[in-house]
């Protein structure tokens, strides 16, 4: 069963690049080496620059457990993590309905919600 989930966070404002620039690897590592995280979104809050959100799906628990013990998340948290203002906020969530459904079992699936 997929897994859908966000990580909010905010940093102090003078580590705002330092932040940005460890996303990509991060994101690149994704895109290279979990082709079962099948979205990671990374965005900054127009309004205010200090607050991220990452936007993710996991094809299951597995590639869940496989994105967080890769070397680019542990780099990431290691950066990352000291930089924010209050704990990273993860959220998980359930799918209701969506444009971009990604395999037919879950477009079935949440067509009978």
Known sequence: MPIYMTAQYQVHPSQIEKVKKSIRPLVEHVKSHEPLTTIYIAQQQILNPSKFMHILRFEDEAALKVHQSSPASAQFVQTVYPQ???????????????INPWNKSEQADYQLR
């Open 84 to 98: 924010t203002l209050n704990p990273i906020e993860f959220m998980e969530y359930n799918l209701i309905a969506t």
